[in-house]
């Protein structure tokens, strides 16, 4: 009969050895055990990122980029310039190259845009030339009186002192002005046609608004005859 003592001897034994190796003393165990229980399943490992941002964090550089790019900055639009259109009529070669030195000289800021005129007859309302200058002022003051606005005394030539009271292109216009003036009591205006001696040139003066009153000024010394009237088109950028 196989010993007592033998069997709880060799039980003994086979409890050390176990603990032994559970322990990791024999080369595995435990440890190795933590090890398989610890190890990461290769079948569910994904890659996040090759040294890069994950892409919804590089889309949003981007868009914030192109947002940079394609909004300008906001900035207050400067409000358009005024601007006013004068007309001249029956303007001579002579006086328009006049013109056209003088605002390049002093009023740079306004344009002359001239356009030659040719071919048609014009109508010349006017009171005929007086003897002296102190007669043909005289009878300025009385038109005055009576209202008349538009006027000024001929200088030179054939018609020297005489009161001219407008050039028109129509005989129409010229009749219609002449009719009003002798509604006034203007009684010596006459109305006469005027043949197109010399080519002359219609001009058109664009500027600000803000120095009219100057272009006026030096317009009248240039020209103490030249009577501007508003452009057919209203000018603003």
């Known amino acids: 009969m196989f010993p007592m003592r ?7 034994l086979a409890n050390l050895l176990f603990f032994t190796w559970a322990r990791g003393y024999l080369g595995g165990g435990e440890q190795d055990v933590m090890r398989s229980v610890g190890q990461l399943r290769p079948d569910q490992i994904r890659i996040v990122s090759n040294d890069q941002a994950p892409e919804e964090k590089r889309r949003a550089p981007r868009e914030a980029d192109s947002a940079s790019v394609t909004s300008p ?3 207050v639009a400067a409000p358009p310039r005024e601007e006013v259109c004068f007309m001249l009529g029956d303007v001579s070669q002579t006086e328009a190259d006049s013109l056209e030195r003088l605002f390049a000289e002093k009023l740079p800021v306004f344009k002359l845009q001239r356009t030659a005129m040719s071919g048609n007859s014009s109508y010349w309302v006017h009171i005929p030339s007086f003897r002296t200058r102190r007669e043909a002022e005289n009878r300025l003051e009385e038109l005055k009186r009576q209202g008349v606005k538009e ?3 001929m200088q030179e030539g054939s018609d020297s002192f005489a009161i001219s009271l407008g050039v028109f292109s129509t005989p129409g216009a010229a009749e219609f002005t002449l009719a009003a003036l002798r509604e ?19 001009i058109e003066i664009i500027g600000p608004e803000s120095q009219a009153a100057e272009m006026l000024q030096a317009l009248g010394q240039a020209l103490p005859q030249a009577k501007p009237g508003a452009c057919a088109r209203n000018t603003v950028q």
């Open 6 to 12: 033998v069997f709880v001897f060799l039980l003994i």
């Open 73 to 75: 900055p906001s900035s």
């Open 151 to 153: 006027y000024f005394i």
């Open 184 to 202: 006034k009591g203007v009684r010596q205006a006459r109305m006469i046609e005027r043949p197109r001696r010399s080519l002359l040139s219609q």
